[in-house]
């Protein structure tokens, strides 16, 4: 049995945003935000675990699929859970084990097509311990957002780290790096080109 | 004969950077800052035009070479001339004119191997026009640092933007977006893989 791995994966522009100005509850994107992810809207693989027809099939779809099929659970942050929670389709497009980091209690919730969120309340590495319990030979994702997957790059629990590069500026907003230890050390694991976007995997070594 | 096109080729940090703190005249990269540029230290295409035997041909190598081989002219900061005027052996690497933005007029200075630095006075459209003059059918290249590719950025005057991502961060410096117009359209032209770098080449759309 392969080993689980953890990973994240993470749109960001060139300018080192995961969302523009003004993110907060109902913006989570920031203003402009949106033009991160423009290049998975149109992916038929996206699109499917969204409950939308048609899309493109693509290296960026190759990417997306892989990324759903090697995800055997997941980790989330409250806040991208909230957001989440009101615009999901049922079912979910994580069709896996949620682990939601929260500081409320909450009794699991239930979804079609296999998504269950579980409310953690005693930190990342306990949420991290019950997402591989069940990831089997899978790995785990841990979702997001930026803060939470600053958290396991900073405690050193994150394998690897996968940036969706759009080649855009926001100017301003939420960096994905502030706040990330600089020693981080990183590899560059895998690149993938694709015409609106570039697919950067990059392995964290310890 | 093809239209000149104008340039830039920078080494960035995987957060952004293009310096490390305490970046100042004799620390010009700043703190760790060499580490963006680490890549290309051992590139023979690099090392031959520094005066240096030895060094590795591969796909990076490739990349250096074709920027050497396609700037017909040079167009450049004041703070990296300065930093260059003590560091660069005779010849320097760049075996054509080279106009320095500068305030403060100044005869040229001939070296050897085809590398002239003219003092440009008149700002960033003279020196662009002088080195169109004389690049012929080659191109431009705005050497840096950061601030001239910036102003030559937001004046709409760059038609390429060459990033080479380290897989790094440093956490604190000089930010090559920080004053970048976001309204800027860039798409993606090329990206070539290396081991410890990714070449991002980037068409500026008008």
Chains 1, 2 share one sequence.
Do not use: C
């Not at 659970?73 to 949620?98: H, I, K, L, N, S």
Request: no cysteine; glycine share 12%; proline share 6%.
């Amino acid at each position: 049995m392969t080993p689980t791995r953890v990973f994240a994966s993470l749109g960001m522009s060139l300018d080192g945003y995961v969302a523009g100005p003004h993110a907060r509850p109902g913006n989570p994107l920031g203003d402009g935000g949106a033009r991160i992810h423009q290049w998975v809207y149109g992916v038929e693989a996206w699109r499917r675990r969204q409950g939308m027809a048609g899309g493109e099939t693509s290296r960026s779809g190759l990417v997306v699929a892989e990324n759903f099929d090697r995800a055997g659970a997941y980790v989330m942050g409250r806040r991208m859970f909230d957001e989440g929670e009101v615009a999901w389709p049922d079912p979910p497009p994580f069709r896996a084990p949620v682990f939601v980091l929260t500081t409320t209690a909450r009794d699991p919730w239930v979804r079609q097509g296999g998504t269950v969120f579980t409310y953690v309340t005693d930190g990342i590495e306990a949420a991290l311990d019950l997402a591989r319990g069940v990831a089997g030979d899978k790995d785990v994702q841990i979702s997001g957002g930026a803060h939470t997957v600053r958290q396991y790059l900073n405690a050193g629990l994150l394998d690897e780290l996968e940036i969706h590069l759009a080649p855009l500026l926001l100017g301003d907003g939420i960096r994905l790096f502030d706040g990330v230890d600089p020693d981080l050390r990183l590899e560059v694991d895998r690149v993938v080109d694709a015409p609106d976007v570039t697919h950067l995997r990059y392995r964290v070594v310890r």
